[in-house]
């Protein structure tokens, strides 16, 4: 499908935003961030949560990979 327009130059010479500046955004210092209600107990409890499900995936994934391994060098060692 092609593009939507005339012209094939990246970027655009009539784009307006080129004459905008950007300034260097950090979340934790915005006053949405800040001003946020934080209920410390319901954080950390995501935050354990979060931690529990990634090490029980890793943890899985490890024995997975260590079985099917076993199992191809057990099977290569049959037929050899």
């Not at 800040?34 to 935050?47: A, L, M, N």
């Amino acid at each position: 499908m092609p593009a939507v327009g005339h012209t094939t130059d990246f970027p655009r010479a009539d784009n307006l935003y080129r004459k905008k500046e950007s300034l260097p955004y950090d979340e934790c210092q915005s006053l949405v961030w800040k001003e946020r209600p934080v209920e410390p107990f319901k954080e950390s409890t995501k935050e354990l949560l979060v931690y529990l499900t990634m090490g029980l995936m890793v943890g899985t994934t490890a024995f997975i990979m260590k079985t099917v391994e076993e199992t191809l060098i057990a099977t290569m060692l049959y037929f050899a």
